[in-house]
């Protein structure tokens, strides 16, 4: 038993574009480096960008870009749950560019994705021609160019998704930290737009989120070409049969694409309505505070969050070896390097928060140490999801994950109005704890005890 708690077994070399590059903390050190770099080289370029898109193009112009932007964030959904069927293939194969098994779930991944594509597309289409998007986006809309910009980030952001798979090929690869800097040429991608709008005196304020998706597409497309070139030989054959469903069938992945699903569609419901609570039961400046401490403490999670997903190979190909690699020490280590984040964080906010808001937002204790909970059950449980990637594992996340909604609501609503903008936060810190870290530590476990006990048995 090694050190990182896995049991070893022998299994056949994998090439160099299909092997976890190095040990779990180093996927872990190098996704949130990564990370770090992108998150800082983003904001200072978003900062130019801003101020840029405001003295050209006006507020109304700003507002209106903020709030399409946000359009594919409330799409989370969109792939259908492919990416875990993409990931934990590609990642439990020893020779991803020659396996059928991998060809056939990107085929069947495709295929998903070009339906849910086309059903995004005729539904902006629909939208667009009744004259809906003003009811649906309100007031931030500008008349005029407003629906037109809707219906183009919508459009551009359905083509992306097929192209997206690229990146989930790239994680299962072991390469998360190269997804991740690829995502660092955004911002600047959009900035440089901005730029040439300005020099070249286009009055395109309205279209600047198009730009924006426009960007995500370039990002997406980037990641597409890598994949295909550490995988030679495999995007030829999957284009020529795409379209012959019944000559080329592709893999199974409902097992485990459902289950995630679920998840896309219950996780924001829980977790990113705290706003709207705040809005209707607390006064303004708590949802203004609330939105500060998030800005904050958001680039703890992001990173954390970076670090674990790179875990998900890890754990796909060790399963796939026959091995046992217990997630429980690194659960512990995010927890204690979250929580060690967060404190640091929360110790330096007198001195952070009025140097940021020029002394405008205040935050409580309640809200600060709120996120600081937050941040630790959050850090805790990534490890353990991460383990819980293959079909069985994902299933037993469904019941509490749906449970965690009522619960979550429901301790955000009552505290909301007694705490102010600490109440949601630790509403969330509460349910996470007992929706989803303690649930999944008792199954990680029991299957670590079942798999040592088939290894020691074989």
Known sequence: MTA????????PEAPAAARVAAGPWGVVGTSAGAKLLVMGVSGLVSVVSVRLVLEHF?????????????LGALLPFADLGMAAAVINTVASSPEPAADERVRRTLLSALRVIA??????????????????????????????????????????????????????VLTGLG???????????????????????????ARAGGLLAVFSYV???????IGTVIAVRLLPGLAGGLLRDLPHVRRAPGAPVLDVAWPVLVQMLALPVAMQTDRLLLSHLAPAEALAQYSFGWALFG??????????????PVFARARSEQRVRSPLPMAAAFCGAGLALATVLALLLPWVAPLISGGAIVLDA??????????????????????????????FQVPPILAMVPLNLGLSWWWAGSLGA??????????????????????????????RAALSRA
């Open 115 to 168: 339906c849910s594509m086309v059903v995004i597309i005729a539904v902006a289409l629909l939208v667009t021609a009744l004259g809906l998007w003003p009811v649906l986006l309100g007031d931030g809309l500008l008349p005029g160019s407003g629906p037109v910009a809707a219906l183009a980030c919508l459009a551009v952001f359905a083509l992306t998704l097929p192209l997206a798979v690229g990146q989930r």
């Open 366 to 395: 309640w809200l600060v140490w709120g996120l600081v909970a937050l941040v630790a059950v959050q850090a805790a449980k990534y490890p353990l999801g991460m383990y819980m990637t293959d079909a069985a594992g994902l299933r």
């Open 215 to 221: 960007g995500g597409a370039v990002v997406a497309g």
């Open 422 to 451: 600490g109440g949601p936060v630790l509403g969330s810190a509460v349910s996470v704890l007992l929706c989803q870290v303690l649930p999944s530590a008792w199954y990680v476990r029991r299957d670590l005890a079942r798999r």
């Open 175 to 201: 390469r998360n930290h190269v997804q991740i800097l690829l995502q660092g040429l955004a911002s600047p991608f959009f900035a440089l737009c901005v730029v040439l709008l300005v020099v070249s005196g």
């Open 58 to 70: 006006g507020v109304a112009a700003y507002a209106q870009y903020a709030l399409l932007a946000s």
């Open 299 to 312: 680039i703890v999670l992001q990173t954390i969050s970076a670090a674990g997903i790179a875990l998900w």
């Open 4 to 11: 990182g708690g896995a049991v070893s077994a022998r299994a």
